[in-house]
């Protein structure tokens, strides 16, 4: 069988939250005797010093408070596969990194490194930024295990793909944080590692770059080589990863092939609401004949959904009713637009465009629209709904009746959430030269 690349067994990490130093070894040595002794240290040290610990809010006691950054984490990683981890802020997921990077030393249980890592954790790592770029290259390349030699074989590789080659002999204080990732991704992605090791520092660079590191992380996982990957770009995890791990509160929540692993993540993540209740809403236009009473949003399986993603199938639903004494209403237009935070349009379904209109009648009504291949990327958008008769008359129109977040999801198949800052709507299109 085939020895993993990464073998973590009880991997714990504690820190001690308020505690920020006791000036001296001899202090520490003390504080930890007493503590083994199942003493309150505080009270058998008059040398602690309490403007070096904050004040809890239990009983006002200087003691600091434990926290678990990780508890018991253990898996494996089979060498060639790529790790998509995933979850919230605080997660452990950086805390994990650090110490499979051995920058970090955990508290409890034991990792196992087959191979030369290279990582990328936080802009700047490694760098000084009184050096310049040429000189840091070499600095940061031999920090993490390669030869001169080797840097000076790679080395105009890596300024080609770090594309800052006119400001290589500045100093890196004067760069912007992207061009600090930037020259930092091209030096770890170049070292040939067994194992690369990516946090989320990704996120800082721009569209472009984000894109092509990316592309070199697949070229290293074609190679056979190992990936763990952090990222809240869910599209990125499901293009690359082959396997996602969901850490919540220091724990292994969820471990598998990626596109269950995001679904569940993403389905406790959800908010914890139920339908929009519209009917008291005062701030409507109309004439009031028809009154929109309740909208939500479901999935396939009709599971409410708050965070949509696109390219995925959604079922937007309004419940209505007739005014009192309201005879039956033929030949109602129905629609739903989406607004950006500048209040512009930027998506809009109708049932007149498909000829499809509507009949209310007395008692309870329930409009269905079914949207396939969601095609809205990701962002923040207000909902208006709108009813209509003949396209003549509103029946009902109420802006902002609901706030709907979108992830960014896999819509293209390769990873790209398009570009969110230009364009809000995706669309499949194929592209080839013919002459």
């Known amino acids: 069988m085939t020895e993993p690349a990464i073998s973590v067994r009880g991997l714990s990490k504690l820190y001690r ?17 007493h503590k083994l002794k199942g003493r309150n240290a505080a009270q058998h040290m008059g040398k602690i010093r309490t403007h070096n610990t904050y004040t809890t809010s239990q009983g006002g006691s200087p003691e600091a408070q434990d926290f678990w950054a990780l508890k018991d984490v253990s898996f494996d990683v089979q060498p060639g596969e790529i790790i998509g981890i995933i979850g919230g802020n605080g997660a ?20 196992f490194i087959n191979g030369r890592v290279g990582s990328l954790l936080e802009v700047g790592t490694g760098f000084h930024p009184e050096l310049t770029g040429r000189e840091n290259i070499f600095m940061s ?30 100093p890196v204080k004067r760069y912007s944080s992207g061009m ?3 020259l930092a991704f091209a030096v770890a992605a170049h070292l040939d590692p067994e194992i690369l090791i990516v946090d989320e520092v990704l996120a800082v660079g721009d569209a472009a770059f984000q894109k092509k590191c990316l ?26 990863c082959t396997h996602a791990l969901w850490l919540k509160q220091g ?52 599971k409410l959904q708050i965070i949509l993603r696109p390219g995925k199938t959604y079922h937007f639903i309004m419940d209505c009713e007739l005014a009192q004494n309201s005879p039956i209403l033929n030949d109602v237009v ?3 637009v989406l607004l950006d935070l500048r209040n512009e349009p930027i998506w809009l379904v109708r049932s007149s465009f498909s000829n499809e209109n509507l009949t209310l009648s007395r008692g309870s009504n329930r409009i269905v629209c079914t949207v396939p291949d969601f095609a809205v990327a990701e962002g923040h958008f207000n909902a208006t709904l709108f009813l ?35 364009c809000k709507t995706l669309t499949h299109a194929s592209w080839k030269r013919i002459s």
Do not use: C, W
């Open 141 to 170: 390349g031999t920090i993490q295990g390669m030869k001169k030699a080797e840097i000076i074989r790679k080395f105009d590789e890596i300024v080609a793909f770090s594309e800052i080659g006119k400001f290589l002999d500045t």
């Open 215 to 240: 592309g070199k992380m697949g070229d290293v996982a074609k190679q056979g080589r190992t990936i763990l990957f952090v990222s809240h770009n869910m599209s990125a995890i499901e293009n690359l």
């Open 92 to 111: 452990g997921k950086s805390t994990l990194l650090k110490i499979l990077s051995r920058i970090t030393e955990p508290t409890e249980g034991e990792a």
């Open 251 to 302: 724990r292994v929540q969820e471990l598998g092939e990626t596109p269950p692993v995001i679904e569940k993540y993403l389905s406790a993540v959800q908010p914890t609401q139920h339908a929009v209740t519209l009917k008291d809403r005062t701030d409507r236009r109309g004439t009031g004949r028809a009154k929109i009473i309740n909208f939500f949003i479901t999935d396939e399986a009709g």
């Open 180 to 182: 600090f990732v930037r």
């Open 334 to 336: 129905a629609s739903i």
């Open 17 to 33: 939250l308020g505690a920020i130093s006791r000036h001296t070894l001899g202090d520490e040595i003390a504080y930890f005797y």
């Open 388 to 422: 209509g008769q003949k396209e003549e008359e509103i029946l009902d129109l109420v802006s902002n009746a609901a706030e709907i977040s979108i992830e960014g999801g896999n819509f293209f198949g390769t990873g790209s959430k398009g570009l969110p800052t230009l």
